[in-house]
């Protein structure tokens, strides 16, 4: 495909790169490309999951629950993708967030999310603990990065479709950590997708810089001092890469370049004209970018990336007690101190929805008959109309902004019935639910409840509480070898398949 290439960018990469790294670099444009399928740690150990898998599966060196597979295997066609147990992932796009240093508990922003694959890398690494606010300002994209959050059963995050600039006054200095994998003019992708070499003509570099400049100031200010940014772009041009960096540091004294060792170096050498300025940048700023780091797809498996670790510098003595106002001011009273499960009795939530004319009575009955422990943990709830979600501790309040999901969706209270949402079904874990069901996977029904069949079930497969009433009757949690894939409704010998037609298998 090295024919295909647009010319102008051939000529371009030749000049930078030289004659000793041009040759590899477009024979690789004739060479397969790699397959990557990256585990799900909220939900399986990779340990159990290398155990489990069906198919021939290869460590990708930078990102530990990163694996290759083979061309011609299909991961999306098997029912543990369906349990989500693992996000089929390009191996080059897993290495910003392992940039990225998430621990549990933190609160991150994934601020140019869709369709999520970075999001639930993230939601993953903190392990159901923190808060995790996603983005994107596209709606018909931020649809897939809803649908991706629930697959991966993640249970708190939150998703928003703004503009970064209506997100600033909510979330000053409040993230520990922010994920910007921006809009890029993709050149590092067009091994993968062919289609992106017409849309790099029509999504001119310039064009991306300008964005990519405005979301790194923006998002330094909803930053936490002491935090880390991390800037990913698929693309190789220096205009978008170095000297997007550079420019950065140049107007923000108080964040540093965290040297990134496990990748080719940044190339300071080409913030030179005749693509950037060589005079617009500062001593400081050009070292500093040596230690960003550049994925190359002729010296490793996989496609083309540019990243960059940026820590903003902690918070001076003095400053300290001001900073993260967002948060301070909006914590729900008593947060932590009062159980999910009592702020949801008490009907505590966000001020702004439209939630006084619900009755939580058939989620409490619904809570009481099939759920076990405390799922929702320390979140709290917030009916938007009729719908009812978990909300992670601690946000602050969402004023203003376009919320398509304040937290864990758990379902809708329609005319005094609760109907449980998939997300609740996939967020769960099996031993969480008093009535569930599990299918070994080389059970025939496994397969045909995930096309959406009736099922034949005996009441004896059924797993109940020993505490609870000892009905089979009405709703149970369905899984595959353990993991749950969403509801059935039992009566009578026979399951009912809540598994939604969207989902299903085709
Ligand atoms: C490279 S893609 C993100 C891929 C994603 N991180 C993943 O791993 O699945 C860039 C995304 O940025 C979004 N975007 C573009 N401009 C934006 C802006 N100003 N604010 C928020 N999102 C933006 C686009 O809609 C697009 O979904």
């Known amino acids: 495909m090295s024919s295909k290439l647009p010319a102008a960018f051939v000529e371009k990469m030749n000049d930078l790169l030289g004659t000793d790294q041009i040759e590899p670099f477009m024979a690789s444009y004739d060479q397969p490309r790699a397959f990557g399928i990256r585990v799900n740690t909220a939900k399986i150990s990779i340990e159990d999951f290398k155990q489990c898998a069906t198919f021939a599966i290869q460590p990708v060196p930078w990102a530990p629950e990163g694996f290759y597979y083979e061309e011609g295997v299909r991961p999306g066609k098997h029912p543990y993708y369906h349990a989500g147990l693992y996000y089929i992932q390009e191996p080059s796009a897993m290495a910003p967030v392992q940039l990225l240093d998430v621990k ?24 159901g603990e923190g808060v995790l606010v996603v983005n994107d300002n596209h709606s018909d994209r931020v649809k897939a990065l809803v649908k991706n959050l629930e697959l991966f059963g993640v249970r708190n995050a939150v998703v928003l479709n703004e ?70 772009t698929c693309t190789f041009s220096p205009e978008e890469n170095e000297a997007q960096i ?75 007690a001001d900073e993260r106002p967002a948060a301070a001011a909006a914590q729900p009273p008593a947060a932590g101190k009062r159980s999910g499960r009592e702020a949801l009795r008490q009907g505590k939530g966000r001020a702004e929805p439209p939630r006084a004319a ?46 398509v999901r304040p937290g864990w969706y758990i379902g809708a209270l329609h005319r005094g019935r609760f109907e449980p949402s998939h997300a609740l079904a996939m967020g769960l874990r099996m031993s969480e639910a008093k009535r569930a069901l599990s299918f070994a996977i080389q059970d025939g029904r496994a397969l045909r409840y995930l096309k959406g069949e009736t099922l034949e079930v005996a009441e004896s497969e059924i797993v109940r509480d020993p505490a609870g009433s000892g009905s089979a009757k009405g709703y149970c949690l369905v899984g595959i070898d353990g993991h749950p894939v969403g509801w059935g409704k039992w009566n009578d010998g026979m399951l009912k398949n809540e598994y939604p037609p969207g989902w299903r298998w085709t």
């Open 246 to 320: 550079a420019a950065f540091l140049d107007g923000h004294e108080e964040f540093e370049v965290v040297p990134v060792r496990d990748f080719e170096p940044g190339r300071p050498d080409w913030l030179r004209a005749p693509w950037v300025d060589p005079c617009a940048f500062s001593p400081r700023a050009v070292e500093a970018v040596a230690g960003t780091a550049r994925l190359w797809p002729h010296r490793l498996k996989g496609e083309g990336h540019f990243a960059a670790v940026l820590r903003r510098a902690p918070a001076s003595a003095g400053r300290a």
């Open 163 to 232: 503009k970064p600039e209506r997100m600033i006054p909510v979330f000053r200095g409040y993230f520990d950590k922010i994920l910007i994998d921006g809009p890029c003019s993709g050149e590092g992708m067009f091994r993968k997708e062919e289609d992106m070499m017409s849309s790099w003509e029509r999504h001119s570099v310039e064009q991306c810089s300008l964005m990519q400049r405005e979301l790194l100031v923006q998002a330094a200010q909803m930053l936490a001092p002491g935090g880390r940014i991390v800037y990913s």
């Open 104 to 127: 549990p508990g933190e609160r991150v922003l994934d601020l140019c999310a869709a369709p999520g694959g970075k999001s639930t890398q993230i939601a993953a690494k903190l392990q």
């Open 358 to 403: 619900v009755s939580l009575e058939p989620l409490r009955a619904f809570e009481k008959e099939l759920l076990r422990g405390e799922p929702y943990g320390a979140a709290q709830l917030v009916c938007y109309g009729e719908h009812a979600y978990a909300s992670p501790a601690g946000l602050p309040e969402l004023h203003g902004l376009k919320v």
